[in-house]
């Protein structure tokens, strides 16, 4: 595995456990009498949001970060590196420092219980809006466009990070599916601790990727 693969699978691993994107999906499985079908269609509308933005950027953006010589990427790449790295320092320091807003999740929590109950085609936006990668897509569209990748495998890394970064939803769902009183309970007796704790889990791996930039940034800049 090449550095800016190890790029990516980090980046895709610190879109998987986004607070806001983590605790979104937590939510619309415990909140609804029907879980399962919630989970579904709101998975299906981040998939498709994320899969969208990815063949749209295959032709806008295609191998625009790619550098003949792999070892020395191209300086403004290595600039946005350094520039993602110090701001994903800065968001980390936030959000470890701020104390868990009740406010805030009461009203995640009014919003996911209306969305529960909606129809598919409403689940499916809020999915959409709620549980894609967001900030995360900009950097796995840079470190693929780095790699020259050509159509075939431009597919392959863009699903390897569509599904890892709904992969907690779509394992909980396939529990439900396999063991739906079980992953319920389950579900439901950890939503607080998840939702409270989830961004000290997102601080390691977040960490490690602003790490990983920094040092490609400041490679590439001195190579």
Do not use: C
């Not at 190890?6 to 980046?11: I, K, Y």
């Not at 466009?145 to 907690?168: G, H, K, M, R």
């Not at 009183?181 to 601790?193: F, G, I, K, M």
Request: aromatic share 6%; glycine share 6%.
């Amino acid at each position: 595995m090449g550095w800016i693969d190890a790029e990516l699978v980090l980046v895709s691993l610190a879109a998987m456990v986004s607070p806001t994107t983590l605790t979104f999906s937590v939510l619309a499985l415990v909140l609804g009498e029907r879980p399962r079908r919630t989970g579904i269609w709101f998975v299906l509308g981040a998939v498709g949001a994320t899969l969208a933005i990815g063949a749209v950027a295959a032709f806008v953006i295609g191998d625009v970060a790619a550098s003949k010589t792999p070892s020395e990427p191209k300086t403004w790449v290595s600039v946005v590196d350094i520039v993602a790295a110090a701001l994903i320092v800065v968001w980390m320091i936030r959000v470890l420092r701020r104390p868990p807003d009740q406010h805030r999740i009461d009203g995640m929590v009014t919003q996911m219980t209306k969305v529960s109950s909606s129809p598919a085609i409403a689940i499916v936006a809020a999915g959409a809006t709620l549980a894609n990668p967001g900030g995360f897509i900009p950097l796995a569209l840079k470190a693929i466009s780095e790699t020259d990748p050509n159509a075939a495998q431009y597919v392959i890394d863009w699903l390897f990070f569509t599904i890892v970064s709904v992969l907690p939803l779509t394992v909980a769902i396939l529990l439900l599916t396999i063991a739906p009183e079980w992953a319920t309970r389950v579900l439901r007796r950890t939503r607080d601790w998840l939702i409270r704790n989830v961004r000290f889990i997102a601080a390691v791996i977040v960490g490690l990727l602003a790490a990983v930039l920094l040092r490609d940034g400041i490679s590439g800049l001195t190579s």
